[in-house]
């Protein structure tokens, strides 16, 4: 059947073409565990690097088994082409720095991850690529009078991390694709099993394999996709050079998750919805960010965008602040106390003194991120497991 025509569960199943390999006839596709290919004679090498010929080179410049993988994730994202990285971090950082020069700028939703937020500071420190804020929750309505003639690049994370704010990708996209200028969406947190911004308007999509696509907590990896047009010059002039490639060993792996994402992000997204209700619902529970919950503010755009769920990632403020937050992640006993997300298990962390403490104390107030707030990536165990969990380490608090 051509993919085409295949419904999205199915593809997330099939990919994007036969994966048997055509010299063995193996049902999977193989790991090309190598780091050079070899030339029949000189003349056919030299074609080789002038593109005469398609001969595979080096695995820095092209891998059959890492290749699957770029082509599954484009056509996942409803899109023509990809790149996968060494990380997500790796895929962030040559984006940029392959779309925006010295003395030009971005605009990016506030807050982003903080690993994305410090490689921006250090993108203002060493390249002078300005780095201009909006807070995600009122991003669309205040972005038109952002657009200087020098903006190259609009970024936004959706749901953000750690606060879940949304951002209205539809209307974004209304915006950039006005200006000319290209919309990146990190679509971590969300997958495209629940959300596909290309669909939607975006120009680009990345994204942490790390999390919801690879799934299973073993790999670091990240990607890049897009139009043609937009990825084989990122991929030709930066990417192959800058170096940052993914281990066939590790497309695999992830190629492998991407075959039970559907299975597993409606898992995450109905565990996460049962552990958002019980904490809003609990007396010691200040107050639950989740998409899902209608008392989220941006509820209506959640239900718009995302399709089939609102994901597994909930954080949440104690009455009794941070120390009451470091009790309860001090006292849980089956929830993991580990940064990272989107694994099968339960993960519970600190942005403001983790994942997020790359930021002043001034730009974690101006982004919403509460010093006493905690991250949970709720995973696909019994949901009544991890509320009773929840429940114990509580009484601590
Ligand atoms: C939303 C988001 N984007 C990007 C990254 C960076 O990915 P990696 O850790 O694979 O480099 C992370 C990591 O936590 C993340 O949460």
Known sequence: MDPAHMRWDTKAVRGPREETDPTTLAHRFPIYQTSTFVFENARQGGQAFSGEVSHYIYTRLGNPTVELLEQKLA?????EAGIVFASGMAAIATTLLALVKPGERVVASDPLYG????????????????VHYIKASEFHEKLAEALTPNTRLVYIETPANPTLDIVDIAETAKITRQAGIPLVVDNTFASPALQRPIELGADLVLHSLTKYINGHGDVVGGALVGPRDLIEPIRKDFHVHVGGIMAPLNAFLVL??????????????????EVARFLEGHPKVARVFYPGLPSHPQHEVAKK??????????????????????????????????????DTDSLIEHPAS????????????????DPGLVRLSVGIEDVQDLIDDLDQALKYA
């Open 75 to 79: 056509q996942l994202e409803s899109t």
């Open 115 to 130: 690993g994305t937020f410090h490689f921006f500071h250090i993108a203002q420190e060493h390249f002078g690529i300005e």
């Open 256 to 273: 492998r998750g991407t075959k039970t994402l559907h299975l597993r992000m409606q898992r995450h997204s109905e565990n996460a919805l």
């Open 305 to 342: 965008q995302m399709k089939g769920g609102f994901s597994g990632m909930v954080s949440f403020i104690l009455k009794g602040g941070k120390e009451a937050g470091i009790q309860v992640m001090d006292h849980v006993k089956l929830w993991t106390l580990a940064v990272s997300l989107g």
């Open 354 to 369: 983790m994942t997020h403490s790359s930021y002043s104390p001034e730009e974690l107030a101006r982004a919403g991120i």
